[in-house]
């Protein structure tokens, strides 16, 4: 028997579900292709991280409502973009009901496990988006140190992986430890402003060091080209490293 897959609408705001009480993705209504979900606002940090036009390439495992994928498309037309999702149904709701595109010459979704996608491709991305549950709300073996290095190997000289982490039991430590080890120390993660979740960056290349002006005048420039708010993120990247202080350096 297949998994169940809900729809749901409550002021304004359409939400994906499967078969559970946890939110896949959302939409509002009148706006649907901003980010409408605070966890996605923050995946999308690595903007502050790096300076435009970065990225040029960019592979989400993951669909779920196509929420990131359209804001990419939308606002970054220099973005190439690759989706991986595993299930058909989740892409067909996507399109139908969350007005996800279809594909062009600058998006392609690829219907195939992650896992078999990784393992097989020899291309490159400078982000590197991981948001993937089963119907339980659990990554499997997307969570390993050895799925984590793969993707650190498919990363360009700048790129970032930026992961949504989610545990019923809201215990990421193992999470965390496995990204820091496949990441050589070179990661950090912190607290969504969604209940629950957790947002981890992982980097490779060029060192990161951002003070926290910096980063609030790079979170105004986001905002005036994209839309995206991302200056409440600043101060979550800012604690996100106890020894950090008013510094971001990853």
């Given at each position: 028997?297949?998994?169940?897959?809900?729809?749901?609408?409550?002021?304004?705001?359409?939400?994906?579900?499967?078969?559970?009480?946890?939110v896949q993705g959302a939409m509002r209504l009148r706006?649907?292709?901003?980010?409408?979900?605070?966890?996605?606002?923050?995946?999308?940090?690595?903007?502050?991280?790096?300076?435009?036009?970065?990225?040029?390439?960019?592979?989400?495992?993951?669909?779920?409502?196509?929420?990131?994928?359209?804001?990419?498309?939308?606002?970054?037309?220099?973005?190439?973009?690759?989706?991986?999702?595993?299930?058909?149904?989740?892409?067909?709701?996507?399109?139908?009901?969350?007005?996800?595109?279809?594909?062009?010459?600058?998006?392609?979704?690829?219907?195939?496990?992650?896992?078999?996608?990784?393992?097989?491709?020899?291309?490159?991305?400078?982000?590197?988006?991981?948001?993937?549950?089963?119907?339980?709300?659990?990554?499997?073996?997307?969570?390993?140190?050895?799925?984590?290095?793969?993707?650190?190997?498919?990363?360009?000289?700048?790129?970032?992986?930026?992961?949504?982490?989610?545990?019923?039991?809201?215990?990421?430590?193992?999470?965390?430890?496995?990204l820091e080890y496949a990441f050589d120390q070179r990661?950090?993660?912190?607290?969504?402003?969604?209940?629950?979740?957790?947002?981890?960056?992982?980097?490779?290349?060029?060192?990161?060091?951002?003070?926290?002006?910096?980063?609030?005048?790079?979170?105004?420039?986001?905002?005036?080209?994209?839309?995206?708010?991302?200056?409440?993120?600043?101060n979550r990247l800012l604690s996100a490293k106890a020894?950090?202080?008013?510094?971001?350096?990853?």
């Open positions: 028997m297949e998994n169940p897959i809900d729809i749901r609408e409550e002021a304004g705001v359409r939400f994906l579900h499967f078969g559970t009480e946890w706006s649907p292709h901003t980010l409408e979900l605070p966890y996605t606002r923050e995946m999308m940090a690595g903007l502050l991280m790096r300076e435009a036009p970065w990225p040029r390439r960019v592979l989400s495992i993951g669909l779920g409502a196509g929420s990131l994928a359209k804001f990419i498309h939308r606002q970054l037309p220099d973005a190439i973009h690759s989706v991986v999702e595993i299930e058909p149904r989740v892409l067909a709701i996507a399109r139908q009901y969350f007005r996800f595109p279809a594909d062009d010459d600058r998006l392609q979704v690829h219907l195939e496990d992650g896992l078999v996608f990784m393992a097989d491709t020899d291309e490159r991305w400078d982000l590197i988006l991981l948001d993937a549950y089963d119907h339980d709300v659990r990554q499997g073996p997307l969570n390993s140190i050895e799925f984590y290095r793969c993707l650190r190997e498919h990363l360009t000289d700048d790129g970032l992986l930026s992961a949504n982490l989610f545990n019923r039991g809201r215990r990421y430590e193992g999470t965390v430890a496995r990661s950090l993660a912190f607290n969504s402003a969604d209940h629950g979740n957790m947002i981890a960056f992982g980097a490779v290349g060029h060192p990161i060091e951002l003070d926290a002006a910096e980063l609030r005048e790079r979170a105004i420039a986001v905002q005036t080209a994209t839309g995206l708010d991302l200056r409440p993120t600043v020894d950090s202080g008013e510094w971001l350096r990853l």
